[in-house]
């Protein structure tokens, strides 16, 4: 999908050889932004909103616990249903990663028990950035730190609001 004027002059000069014509006297039309001014606007409040969530988190060892299901996940946390959304694990220390997910919940989960190739990857990081020498102990350590997370139902407010907090560093600071 082309969404700016750059996006629509890349795409023709890769594919102008391709398709058989030339960029010569081809008519380029500016398309609108999909990122409305209100989307935008949203992202600092709703980062607010997470930096004062962040401090009554749930613990990640209960996503953790054999037995934990989804249902029993609900009923602790308090939910009716599995959402979509942003989630933030926050460690002792200010370290913070920052997701976005169709269905939280099982996601948080999935990254506790770190049954996927990506969950491993990511306790590899997180052994490497802090010293263990094995993904093992950091997942010991992903499991110390605390969850919290934001209903967001707007793929594009999802995206964009995971971007900012992955870039931003206002938990460790504080």
């Known amino acids: 999908m082309i969404y700016n004027n ?20 081809t008519i380029m039309r500016k398309r609108p932004h999909p990122l409305n001014d209100h989307l935008i606007e949203n992202i600092p409040s709703k980062v607010k909103l997470l930096k004062r969530k962040s401090a009554q988190g749930f613990p990640m060892n209960m996503f953790y616990k ?19 959304g942003v989630f933030l694990v926050k460690g002792r220390d200010g370290l913070f990663l920052a997701f976005s997910s169709k269905n939280v919940l ?15 990857d990511l306790l590899i990081k997180i ?27 707007s793929e594009a407010e999802r995206l964009l609001l995971t971007r900012t907090l992955n870039r931003s560093t206002f938990l460790s600071t504080s």
């Not at 054999?66 to 979509?84: A, M, P, Q, S, Y």
């Not at 010293?131 to 969850?147: D, H, I, K």
């Open 6 to 25: 750059w996006d629509l002059q890349y795409h023709h000069a890769i594919l102008s050889p391709w398709l058989g014509f030339s960029s010569k006297g």
């Open 66 to 84: 054999e037995g934990n299901g989804i249902k029993t996940l609900l009923k602790n946390t308090g939910r009716l249903t599995d959402f979509k």
């Open 106 to 120: 099982k996601e948080i989960q999935k990254l506790a028990r770190c049954y996927r190739k990506k969950d491993e």
């Open 127 to 153: 052994a490497d950035h802090f010293g263990f020498l094995t993904a093992l102990a950091g997942q010991e350590y992903l499991r110390s730190m605390e969850v919290t997370w934001l209903e967001v139902t």
